[in-house]
């Protein structure tokens, strides 16, 4: 049989990157294309032509490189094109599918206004209605009808009411906006969702991606017509929804003269970007973790239910599998290894591994609060700042490195207690990963081995091809994973420092 392929994508806020997956698991090809942040005072914008430009051009470069490398390779040998991309954005089409205004990104906080007024809505229209008898709030009248209405948002979305949700800006959109709302037609809630227009004619997202949109039931999967109605946005705006797994189109003749794909190619609903890396990391029951040490990071987990009681979770429908992904984000990891890098060894990788080395455990007494842009989480403070204690004239550079990691390590521990099962397996990914005594510390922190992935790099794209090409077990055949397994003697070492770790933050927050 003739070999089959996966085009696989992820469209990111940086970058456009594509790979050609084979049904071994191999990278037949791979090319990306960087994207350009229009950044406005504290708005965050990007230009979805420019997504589909660059879209276009790694599709035609993986196309050549394969075909240059592989004399029996052809186009119609791909099975399926799918992608993964940054999510919780709004993009607003109009009845051609072309763009009505640049997309606002996640990282876009503009409608903080317009998420109160939306508060204050759903408790009106909850009070309206006469279903009074849960013992979720009061009357919205008196003062607490935003604090209701967070709540019941908080239950049906799974998620926490804010400005840099999709809803509340489409209402930015209409109140600030209107003549551009005026044209919209079509609003789609992942930069994938674009591509994925621009190939089939087909407004779609997927279950995952839309969980972030504010206005998903992620108990059903469904568009909430109550949300929807409170926010004064109409629900037909909105992409019809799938799993990740479901076929949604197939290409046009036009997308495959402009990309090099075969017309009737499947396209497939693909998935946001971190269930992609959940998927990817083999998270798929409660108990087993998934850290990311990117610039910040995250702790990602399946369980039964959303996390509603714990701050700033973050809560996916997963769609491929049963459950819910739970994402715990912590604004403080990578980017404290690269400041610290910078402070006590030039920058220098290499130099700062050392000087971590050089320490020992303990860091000889020095004690780090990581928090150097605020944080979410364990703790929900963005005007907190990081500290260091217990120095003394013997205090070397080498301390104050392994200090800084082993205050991130400290703030993870803190944060896997907040959840509720133990851990049966804990893998690590990001740049993070990269540090060795990094790795080492966090397994001796938590007390439990941590699984690194030598190939992070390739693990989504295998994934994604995974569910295209049908073969739930192309991950594993390809992982190449480091154990670290933790040391007795120097997690009691920790053990005994932690509690003076948790009393720093109470000391900081009380200065104000």
Known sequence: MARGYAATFDMGTTAVKGALVDDDGRIAASASDDLDLIVDGDAREQDPDQWWSAFRDVARAMLRDAAQSDPDFRADLIR?????????????????????RNAILYSDGRAGEQAERLARAIAVDHASAGRRDDGLGDDPADGCGSEEGARRFLAVVGNRLEGCLPLPKLMWLCDR???VFART???LISSKDYAVARLTGACIGDVAACSTAGAMDIHTGRWDAGLCAAAGIDMTLLPELHRPQDVVGAVTADAAQATGFTAGTPVYAGIGDAGATTLASGVARPGQYNINLGTSGWIATVSPEPFVDKPGAANLAFGVADGFVNAVPFLNAGDVHRWAAGLFADGDYGRAHELVESSVPGANGVLCLPYLVGERFPVMNPAVRGVFVGMSPATTGGDMLRAALEGVAFSIRQGMESFDEPPTSISLIGGGACETAWCRILADMLHHPVKVFANADILPAVALAALVLDRPDLTGTVVETTVYEPDPVVSLTYDGLYPRFAALYPAVAALG
Do not use: K, N, T
Request: charged share 30%; hydrophobic share 35%.
């Open 177 to 179: 906006e209107p003549d």
């Open 80 to 100: 399926g094109i799918i992608c993964s991309g940054q999510m919780q954005d709004v993009i607003a089409l109009d009845d051609d599918l072309r763009p009505v």
């Open 185 to 187: 037609r079509h609003v």
